[in-house]
């Protein structure tokens, strides 16, 4: 029994640490663009978030960026979301999760929103394709006060580069709904650009555009170093 005791004790130290669930990243963007829309008023803004994520499938996220759009939100935001994500079959995953987002400035700015996503990865390319809404709410409310919801459909997708590591990714979105910021209804988005990552740091150049009434085009760049 000692010698039982004792080879068990030396297989606990010899064992490789497990991988924490957590992870985090800090990151510095030249606009911060969401489905398009700058909500930096073309500056730069600073991000950051942490991570969970359990082998089960479950994962949580804290998410945070500065501000400097004109309008009630303020100058920060910070999005908390839990989800879960399942293999459905060989290659082929499907995430569900709920995201809260908070204006610290602004709560009547507040909102939720749910978003599915299909995942499908071939070795070094990905491709997803995904669904977000948020039912009509306060935040959401139009000028004549009626509750409003929104819809944002999207799809996106990478691919690494042989003997570099470099990526090249692509996203392109529908919006229709609160948000879609055009005068008729309706809102495409689009980006497409690069990333070279290097230990921790990734160095990312992006060609952001939409249809918003108040958009415009612009090439984003982005670093990021993680943990």
Not at 59 to 82: F, K, M
Not at 157 to 173: K, Y
Request: net charge negative; hydrophobic share 40%.
């Amino acid at each position: 029994m000692r010698l039982l005791a004792a080879a068990m004790i030396a297989g606990c130290w010899a064992a490789p640490a497990a991988a924490s669930p957590f992870s985090g990243e800090a990151a510095l963007v030249s606009d911060f663009r969401y489905r398009g829309v700058s909500l930096s008023d073309g500056n730069p803004a600073l991000q950051a978030a942490l991570n969970f994520e359990h082998p089960s499938g479950f994962h949580a996220n804290l998410w945070t960026s500065t501000l400097r759009r004109i309008g009630s939100i303020g100058h920060s935001e910070i999005d908390v979301t839990a989800g879960y994500e399942r293999e459905i079959a060989k290659d082929l995953s499907f995430d569900l999760s709920a995201t809260r987002y908070f204006y610290p400035s602004s709560g009547s700015e507040n909102y939720s929103e749910g978003t599915a996503t299909l995942t499908l990865e071939q070795g070094a390319a990905s491709a997803s394709l995904g669904l977000s809404y948020a039912p009509p709410q306060r935040a959401l409310c139009d000028g004549l006060g009626r509750r409003r919801d929104n819809g944002y459909i999207f799809g996106q997708g990478g691919i690494a580069l042989p003997r570099i590591p470099v990526t090249i990714t692509a996203s392109a979105g529908y919006e229709r709904g609160a948000f879609d910021e055009v005068r008729n209804g309706g809102k495409w988005d689009w980006s497409l650009g690069g990333e070279f990552e290097r230990g921790p740091a990734k160095l990312a150049m992006t060609y952001v555009g939409s249809t918003a009434d108040s958009g415009s085009d612009a090439l984003v760049g982005t670093l990021t170093l993680s943990w």
